[in-house]
């Protein structure tokens, strides 16, 4: 309508007055993402929008996203101001994993190579020795299973024990989970495979092992828009946050692409396939983080936690080029 288009044509604007540039996951609403596209920007990953980021010329960076990729922006480009949408979205995997609690836990395992998830706070990344995304950690813990090491993983325990399961890595898992992930109902599933006997199920390793083991392609979101582009289906079953549908639909519009159902067991879903934290990144949010003053937009991460917290991050970016 009239409203947004005039919202839209602000934020176009501003992203220029103040040479700022919108990164967006593939989790944010279609709007965000088009508008992304439409300005210079990028939506991707959670990797790849580490490194657009580190990479981008401009001066300030709106991450349209969750804190923690935020947070990622500021220690791989300190020099650069970084704005979100709200700072209040978070993650539930973030939030499982407090860093006196996961330190406790490291150091009772001095012996264990540290590896955490990107979705984890600055400080709890500076206790690591890498951080992974769902992207590179399978062939991050293959290489270090390969070198002999042992491994305390966090705090993501469905994703933790499939890589297990697919490298046989030895690892010692923290138990977090991501609330939108956790409700895909493997029985439900079965129940509508049935009915799309042709369909290709799509699976975030976030999912439950009951899910992931019914998976055609397994994967992050970029993987997963990769597999929904090569295979030959015509119609996938996704088990992902539903933002993602935006580029699926948008690579291979003559394909079917049906949201994977949650809630097992009668339960209804609470968060029903779209994460909560993601979907608080609106276009008047977008709007708000360009505002006169960036106050209750912009990321500080403390020097000793950046310091810390760049090692591994750099780790896993080298890794990964
Ligand atoms: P990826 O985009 O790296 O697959 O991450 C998924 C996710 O849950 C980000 O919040
Ligand atoms: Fe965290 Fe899950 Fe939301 Fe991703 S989808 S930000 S893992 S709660």
């Not at 991707?44 to 929008?49: G, I």
């Not at 969750?66 to 922006?73: N, Q």
Request: glycine share 6%.
């Amino acid at each position: 309508d009239a409203r947004r288009a005039a919202l839209k044509a602000e934020i176009k604007s501003l992203l220029k007055q103040r040479n700022a540039v919108l990164v967006a996951h593939y989790y944010t609403d279609p709007e965000i993402q088009a508008l992304a596209e439409e300005t210079g920007g990028c939506v991707a990953d959670s990797l790849e929008m580490a490194r657009f980021g580190r990479d981008a010329e401009e001066q300030t960076l709106i991450v349209a996203g969750v804190r923690f990729m935020g947070e990622t922006a500021k220690i791989l480009s300190p020099e650069k101001t970084v704005l979100m949408p709200t700072l209040e979205a978070t993650c539930s995997l973030d939030i499982g994993c407090p860093i006196e609690e996961f330190s406790a836990f490291c150091d009772a395992h001095p012996d264990h190579t540290v590896v955490v998830y990107a979705n984890t706070s600055a400080a709890v990344k500076a206790r690591a020795d890498w951080v992974v995304t769902s992207s590179i950690a399978l062939e991050i813990v293959e290489h270090l299973d390969s070198q002999g090491k042992k491994i305390i993983w966090g705090p993501d325990r469905h994703l933790g024990s499939y890589i297990a399961k697919q490298t046989g890595a030895e690892m010692l898992m923290w138990q977090g989970e991501c609330i939108v992930h956790d409700e895909f109902s493997a029985q439900k599933l079965a129940d509508m495979k049935a009915l799309y006997p042709n369909a290709a199920v799509l699976v975030h390793p976030e999912s439950p092992a009951s899910v992931v083991d019914m998976a055609d392609a397994v994967g992050s979101t970029s993987q997963l828009i990769k597999a929904s582009q090569t295979m030959d289906n015509d119609t996938f079953i996704v088990a992902t946050d539903k933002g993602i549908f935006y580029k699926m639909q948008q690579l291979t519009p003559n394909k079917t692409f049906i949201e994977a159902p949650t809630g097992g067991n009668g339960a209804t879903c609470k968060s029903c396939a779209h994460c909560p934290w993601m979907a608080m990144n609106g276009l008047e949010a977008i709007k708000a983080s360009l505002g006169v003053t960036y106050e209750g937009h912009e990321i500080f991460v403390d020097d000793s936690l950046r310091e810390g917290a760049l090692i591994p991050l750099d780790r896993m970016l080298n890794f990964s080029e």
